[in-house]
């Protein structure tokens, strides 16, 4: 029901879906019912135009209500096919284009659709059938563009139709062709009717009757197995044209009253005028001109209320004939001219339609080629940014592949900085003690005595050797002596400031810088150390092991730039301290 793509078989098969359709309605669901209702509206009442009339006007009075443009839409649609039933196709021109105004308005591709395709029809019955292709081509595209394939195939019988009566045989054979295909493939017993009927029409207009013949009647034989009323009437008028194009007056006698009960039956005046018109030809061929006149005089104002030229041109035609065979020359003659005004206006008319035709073919291939080129510039930006964006992303991965390897590098670079530092450490470090070793208090002296140099500082630097080493290893091993060597150290270390240096210069021998130091500084500061290593108790590792240090001192003298002088003087302070007796300080002179 959503989908609005019903196929019932026949008339009470159509009964029997909408009653199962509204059992399954959701209770208080308004929409859905004025959906169900516009259905129901649509399908319920082919047989009794009148009431389905009734019904839609009432039902769009609810619509408009509830304020539901969709269902206003449909009821108006609704009402429009019964107006055209109960009145003239003309009529039904004001609700179709009042739905088509609102579906514009929201924009609703499937009821646009319905709106151009039932005006299509309208503008073809009144012979206007450039404006109806255009309408009804335009709907096949709304169709298409929502989605609604079935409609769609539905409106290519009035795209048929439309060709037909334009002359074009051809594309309307072709546009039937395809239509017969889709409803005996969905075995569609409404669209195959109809099929067969605008066959039978454009038989007989081609000129070919006894065909037209076969499919009108199938187009009854339908209409009777579906109980389709009207459509039996219409196939019945359809066939009573034929047989009056053949002279067969009797058989076309006999169609109309068959069409005429059956349109009775459902209250359908919409063919009145045709009805009359055959009847005035059917009339005159059997030779009854009187009655004819009186047919004709029907026909004419029905046919003029739906301004159908050609309906005219042929009634005056006939008419004529029959002044004449009447002897009423001045009706001839009057007749006579007005087939000739009326053929010129179709000649007009036909010229007219060429000219539309042409402007709206143009406008479609325009437009088909401007929303080729929009796709055309859509999928080149597309394909645009596609590539800009893969380049980008290149270009992120490039970064951040150059931002891993910089990474990468620096920790290489930083590794490596601090590897050599390591080295560097390890090379000026006595790996024993983990004081610097020869080369680290050369260079830390070398330094000091720049810089004594330069900024005219004091200097010194103590000499130690620890008293009778030899002694120690001899007695209590290599491995103990190693162990007194780094208490010593400790204990000297305890009593160096921050900014003094100690250094081991080899075996029992160490070298200690003192920035900034002078006479007496150097020797309270040589004092503490060899007190300290006096004092140091190593019972933890040898009981009653005692050990000593004597120091010799050296200071910077002005103008010196060289520690090697220091050095040997501190020696020589050292080799006084040796003899002096051990655990002494002595300084240079
Ligand atoms: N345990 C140990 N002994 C070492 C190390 N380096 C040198 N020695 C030893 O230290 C001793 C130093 O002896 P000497 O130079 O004669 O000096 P000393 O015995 O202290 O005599 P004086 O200096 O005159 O008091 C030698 O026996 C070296 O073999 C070391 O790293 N560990």
Redesign the pocket.
Known sequence: MDSNELVPVDTAETNRVLAQLHALLPPGDARRERVYRALYCEMSFTNNARTGLAYASSALADAMHAADVHAQIDFHYCRGQYQALTTTSADALVDYNAGLLLARQVNDAERIGDGLSLRGSVESLQGEQALALVDLLEANRSYTSAGKHILAEGNLLDIAGAYRRLGEYDKARAYLEQSRAWAEQRHDNGSQLQVHMELGYLDDDSGNSGEAIQELKQALALAKQMSDRQSEATAQLGLAEVYNGQHEYQPALDALGQAGTAFASVSDQSSMAMMHLQYGIAHAGVGQHKVALTDYATAETGITADRNIRYLAQLYAARARSDYALGLLQATIEDLQRTINANAELDLMARRQETILMSYQFDTTRRDLENRRLAADAALSRTQIDSLEQVRRWQRLALLLGGVLTLLLAWLVMRQIQHLRRYKRMAMTDV?TGVANRRGIEKVLAEEVKRAHGAGHELSLLHL??????????SHG?????W??LRIVAACKDALRQFDQLGRW???EFYVVLPNTGADGSVLVAERLRGNVEALNMDDICPQLRVSV?VGISRIRPGETSADAMIRRADVALYRA?HGG?NRVESEP
């Open positions: 024993l050797d620890v008293d009778d080493f030899k002694e120690i290893n001899d290599h491995q103990l002596g190693d007194a060597l080899g075996g029992d004597s040796k051990n």
